[in-house]
């Protein structure tokens, strides 16, 4: 049966879940708070393997607790499996991002209006004391243009900016201060404002109940692992081999173990264009390589250890990199490839006739030469 804690968690882990933090801080965050034995993407796997191990020597744990009932260690598996299959916070996280950059689109344009707002009735009201008393009934005076209001701010100057053109539209109009299409655009705008706004509160909240939800899940299940884990290396004291199956690190070497190392990254060349069809190849393994695709991303995966990595395309300088790789992890390694140089051809030298070597070779150059004596018609000269 669950216990206490568990029962308790589980109302927050069925609760969607993060907070305002990027990704990487919202688990460093989770770790440090909720003292994780191991990084998280290996700690669910590692517990389950554990409550495995433990249903498969249940009756030696029963000898040292009568809570190890099927029941029971089906309720930890299943607790486990929820709390890992709650939504990711980095996602989560991703989403509230986007909302509130679209949030921010609307904020702008919201700031254009106003300003239009400010000239019009600049132009309307010639006296300053009057104009001044009139910004100060549509909101100006309050909201301004900077754009670091909290949205709740630019929220209240749309309603104050819509209620003072319901009432002076017209005045505006006459004044030929403005056109009667800035009241529409100012519904408009609101409209898409309010929805914008009421979009991101939803997603913020996904993030801090997410964040939430993990954090308690990941207590509840520490609340029961670690005693179970106590008690696997008390029964098995003297018994190393099966003493490992309840100890952190052996079960996190276990768990890594059973998954093949990586590399992954992208190919570009000298001016950061993406490689498709890039060949990368493992030296000494024939069987595994990979060929980059359209935007140059590449993945291989294969044992653990040292190995050498080839990127080789026609015209391009090969490369060559060797990595330690990690069970169970996938590394990076991102390459620029650079091109063939261009070898210059050999220039043709110029063809220049050589000098007579001897006086004979003189007289025959001379007397191929032709004299022309100019005409004189039998004129003397």
């Known amino acids: 049966m669950a216990t206490k804690a568990t ?23 989770l770790e440090e708070s909720v003292n994780l034995p191991c990084a998280r993407e290996y700690f669910y796997q590692m517990a389950l393997m554990a409550w495995a191990y433990c249903r498969a ?12 009932t099927e029941e029971f260690i089906d309720d930890q598996v299943a607790f486990i499996t929820s709390v890992k299959n709650l939504p990711d916070l980095s996602v989560l996280q991703a989403a509230a991002t986007e909302a509130n950059e679209g949030l921010a689109a ?20 010639k006296n300053p004391a009057t104009a001044d008393s009139e910004r100060q009934l549509a909101g100006l005076t309050d909201f301004g243009i900077p754009s670091g209001e909290p949205w709740a701010q630019v929220d209240s100057f749309l309603t104050k900016a819509n209620n003072y053109l319901t009432a002076k539209i017209s005045v505006l109009v006459d004044a030929m201060a403005t056109t009667a299409s ?3 655009k100012f519904t408009d705008v609101t409209t898409g404002f309010s929805a914008a706004w009421a979009d991101f509160i939803l ?13 308690d899940g990941l207590i509840a299940i520490l609340a029961e692992l670690n005693p179970m884990l106590d008690d696997g290396k008390l029964i098995y004291e003297f018994d190393a081999t099966n003493r490992k199956k309840f100890t952190i690190k052996d079960l996190v070497r276990e768990v890594r173990g059973t998954h093949p190392a990586g590399l992954a990254g992208y190919v570009h060349n000298d ?19 990979a060929i980059t695709d359209g935007k140059g991303k590449y993945k ?6 040292y190995a050498t990595f ?22 990076r390694q991102n390459v620029v490839l650079l091109p063939m140089p261009v070898e210059a051809e050999p220039a043709m030298p110029e063809t220049v006739a050589a000098p007579p070597s001897t006086t004979q070779e003189l007289s025959n150059a001379l007397s191929d030469l032709t004299v022309h004596t100019p005409s004189t018609n039998g004129a003397a000269v």
């Not at 001016?271 to 024939?286: I, K, R, S």
């Not at 090969?318 to 069970?327: D, F």
């Open 310 to 331: 080839n990127y080789t395309m026609e015209g391009m300088v090969p490369q060559s990199v060797t990595r330690n790789l990690t069970p169970g992890v996938t590394s």
């Open 57 to 68: 020597d249940r009756l030696l744990f029963v000898e040292e607790s009568d809570r190890y």
């Open 182 to 184: 800035l009241q529409t």
């Open 300 to 305: 291989i995966n294969l044992a653990g250890g």
């Open 203 to 215: 997603k913020e909240k996904n993030v801090t109940d997410g964040t939430k939800a993990t954090k």
């Open 7 to 29: 029962k308790e968690a589980a109302p927050a882990v069925a609760a969607a879940v993060s907070t305002t933090t990027t990704a990487p801080e919202l688990q460093t965050t």
């Open 106 to 125: 609307w904020r702008q344009q919201v700031g254009s209006l106003s300003k239009r707002l400010d000239n019009a009735i600049s132009y309307a009201f």
């Open 271 to 289: 001016e950061g264009y993406a490689m498709p069809g890039v060949l990368v190849a493992v030296q000494n393994q024939a069987d595994k390589f």
